[in-house]
């Protein structure tokens, strides 16, 4: 039998009306032959309400309670599926991670995976047909024998890697929307749904704001090239829509220029005035706040004729900025520089597309669209299939519109 | 270090707050020098709503699944205090069943422990004296590697089980109340706390209708010889009171005849009239009863002199009146009876008491007080310790302060 990996979210699973709609969802594609994984989240607030009992107990905690506690969520849901889908005549059963195993780094709270042993599930369908209900998010660090959890919106990954490991022909993740679009359809109307769309610009929007799959899950299945279906588990489950497929780009026949445009809010901007202009002030710099795991994005040097300063400034990500400036504060003496400036009202505009390697000029076009609107541009960075720029939040929904028209992106 | 088993129940650890008022009676213990493993229940309420997710999923839910989703309760509880512990300074993890392993049957829902091993437990005890905190209810089942629970209050069972694995001192069991009552404060006031009681007689109380513990850990506790103590969460953490020992009857010098007066609402009676008393006739009503797993309890046969039939009354958990009923009517012509009849408002109360195994009439004693106050005796049942008589559940009251004032167990 062919397999397939289902993947559905907490607001898919969050009351037992849902969790049966999800069996229906199953039950189509048990019917049409296949050998089925569910991944399952917890339901619906369930995960706050873990985490917030956590952070009651003890500010800093350790992070291995903290999974255990946590992880039950899942376990949860993947029970009452199991019951759902019996109730229905269908064999199932819930698999928790450490019974697959699914095993992962020592990373508590935010673990990789290392490997899925899939043997024991595949002898299960083979011997009984019968439906895995997977608790998503969680796995087991095999030498302590602890339960370890991914980190939010681990569940993608999960049913990614799981895909992988038994050898699914597709995984299909169901969400709350029907497919991955051109951009937020809250900003722009006319902002269409892809058909296709390659694992690198997946990977590219989903770094860059695209909140509709987790980073890792999308480098797992461009790992492993697992074919990645994002649909709604929301469409009626007898005639569902076959929301957007995420594939090698050898798969896509017509290459868009610019297959999307993202936006990230989580921004803040951090400008050193008059740095000493001198070797090793860029090591003194980025240094102290990688050590501190700070994730440095979008740097620019402001070369200086006139003087020996410069003007540095970067971003970090907004929930990071408080702990960014006291460190470099801490470090001014051997920084040198005169002032810090900061802003958290920024926005990176980011625009995406594998055609981008081909054609040429295609940032220097939106460089232009945008300074006939008025929008300054505070930072740009650019790679092979995208181009990120910082602007000032409140142009935000312009810039987005702006480049959508540009590229071509609005719907007929 | 010596080692104790403390075990917290639902209302104990309801909240972080009631939480962080366990781990200061665990932080009291490990300061005395014990070595520490905490079980705990799930937070009150949460069984329930999990529970009621299984029964919402399904009328007719596979154990197993219901097991995953019910487990989950005492897990988040166990990780809770590990952190809550953690945060006093005290080194602290938690462990779930099949962390342990605590293996059991495969009776999933009431799961049998069928053996502790202590052995990982021990070496954290000694390589880093760290207080073991375990997922109390849940066990696995080895062959299969399924989470199994052992029934509605076994968390008891699994913390008697735990200290005979790991040849703790004692096993302390903290309720809401503080210790083991001469019978319910509720109906009589004057009922005193037991300092010492004998685990047959606790067994008895337990059987009986004492719900302070679990029939099962009580069982355990006479078997591998625990001595365990009842105490209660709520009193001050720096000066708890001692609560009631349950220990071997050569460890208490003054036997009382009667110890205590247990009583059981849960009760139902048949009676079937004019049952043709012929050989066998016993059989033809008992084991369709056995078969369908209804426990029958006290059994009166009215021999008849005047004709070939006689009356036949027992009792059944008032639970199962309904189920027991109708297996007799599709047995009424293997059976030939003439008429069911039926009660479920009835109580049975039991004194109970090793002291009566060396004392003559104290039954006899009873049947003269209750008739005294009028109260009809329906049945009557005795053992080597204890003797029960169903009455009317109207007199339930007045026969339980009769008989508690008769064996002289009122507080002075």
Redesign the interface.
Known sequence: MPRLVMKFGGTSVAD?DR?RNVARHVKREVDAGYDVAVVVSAMAGKTNE?VG??R???V???A??????V???E??T???L???L??MGLPA??W?G??IPIKTSNAHGAARILDVDGSKMLRHFEERREIAVVAGFQGMHEPT???STLGRGGSDTSAVALAAAIGAERCDIYTDVDGVYTTDPRIVPRASRLDKVSYEEMLEMSSLGAKVLQVRSVEVAMVHNVPTYVRSSFDDPAAPNPGTLICGEEEIVEQQTVTGIAYSRDEAQITLRRVADKPGVAASIFMPLAEANINVDMIIQVVSYDSATTDITFTVPASEYERAKSILDSNRAAIEYEALQGATDVVKVSAIGVGMRSHAGVAARAFKALSEKGINIRAITTSEIKFSVLIDEAYTELAVRTLHSLYGLDKA
Chains 1, 2 share one sequence.
């Open positions: 037992i969790i873990l009992w956590c009651e107990a003890s800093i905690h350790d291995r309670e903290y999974d255990a506690v992880a039950s969520g376990q949860v993947s029970g009452l199991a019951i759902v019996q109730s059963r819930s928790q450490w019974q024998g602890r339960i």
